[in-house]
Every structure is written in C-alpha cells, then in structure tokens.
C-alpha cells in the first residue's frame, strides 16, 4: 500500500477513502471491545441495529443490522475509539469520506428484534464533542438523503465539506443545492453516486444535465469527482451497481 500511494503521489494523484459509519456485528470491534463501545447485552449480542425510518421510498424504512454505539460511554475517554479510527484512515489515504455524516448529530436506534425499522427512535450523537480537536481535517461528510438543520450546523461547525450530487439536482426544484449554480463553495461535487446511472445515460434521458455538466466543470466548488465509468452506456445497458441486486458485473481494465 506505501508503494501504491508513493506512485500516486509521484504522479500527482490523491487517494480518497471511504469510511462507513458502522461496523459489521460479526468484526472484529464488536467481538473485543463488546459493551465497552456497542447496544449489547452481557453476553455480547446486539440489543439495537441500526438503520432509517420509514421515508418516501420504503414504508418500512430500511434495517442495516449494524450494532450502534454506546456514545455515553465512549464520552468517557474522550472518545477514543472513533478519534484513533480516523486518524488510521487520514494515514491510510490522503483525504477520507465518512459515510451517513448525520448519525453524529442524531442517529436512528431500532430494537434488535424489530421486524421493520418502524419500531426505531431517534437519539442523540456526540454531535461537535467528538471533533473538538478534529476540527477542517480533510474528511468529506456524506450528507446525502434527509438532513436537518442539526447535521448542517454540526458540519458548519467542524469544517467539513458536503456531497453534492449533479445526478440529483433535476428535480424542477430552481433552488436544489445539488444544482452547482447553487451548490456551497465548500462543498465535493459528484456527477452521481453508485446508486445512480452513469452520466452518459443520463445526458441521454435529460436534455438540462448537459447545461449543469458545463456549470459544474466551471464551479467554485474546488474538488470535483468523476465517476470511472461515466463514459459508459447508461444504467438500461451497464449496470455497474443497483441496491440489493448483484453488483459490479462489469469490470474495468
């Protein structure tokens, strides 16, 4: 990996990570540290998993599984944990993108034996606590989807730039901070995410990307990411990735 980012850097070419918020309930964080850092009862097992309520695209919301935090009790050191996991993934990569930002501010706790998401709460995160001395690191905060007043004050706060997905900005809505006539100077800008179709399908769909696409190369937005396959057919002909379906059956060389 030290070769690999040696040679990236000889080139001129940064490595953006990307972190997820949670872990898996079958790692290697739950099994050693246990109720020390999760929802778990004292033999271990998850008491709450994570995931979103009910929205306009799922009734029921949606159940990741994923054991949540224990927030108050990492408060106790300072939150230690979460503060040596970034600093690993700022050593790893030249800068990192920390995956649903928004459960530091509030994040969305469902019983264990719930059978839909429906059953969750929403509880508070560490909100700024966590990133007192971690403050305008090189970190993205993905803040796609519902984000309220909190997360945005929370992101104001500690410097961290936000997503804004060009895919996302035809909506016919004229003040869409997706669109990069409006998109905030600190901010990455993407042409779409994994979910979306590639941007050449969608140049065949919606006459108005073009117009954005133009906007966006001349942005005052300083970092803009396009996708590898952008170039490709769109999502009715490729299909790199769709949610819950088989994934990258296309690989590129």
Known sequence: WAQLRKCAEDFGVELLGDMPIY?????????????SLFETDENGRQTQKAGVPPDAFSADGQLWGNPVYRWDE???????WWKERIRKALALFDAVRIDHFRG???YFSIPQNAQTAREGEWKNGPKEALFEDMKNLPIVAEDLGVIDEGVLRLMKNVGYPGMRVLEFAFDGNADNTNKPSNSPENSVAYTGTHD???LLGSLQVA???STELFQLIDTVIEVRLFRSYDGVEGRHEVDFQHPSHKAWTIRLV
Do not use: I, L
């Open 74 to 80: 990492m408060k106790k050191n300072g939150y230690r």
């Open 196 to 198: 979306n179709d590639t």
């Open 104 to 106: 530091f501010d509030r």
């Open 207 to 209: 006459s108005d990307v």
């Open 23 to 35: 872990v898996s309930g079958d790692s290697v964080e739950m099994w050693k540290y246990g109720k």
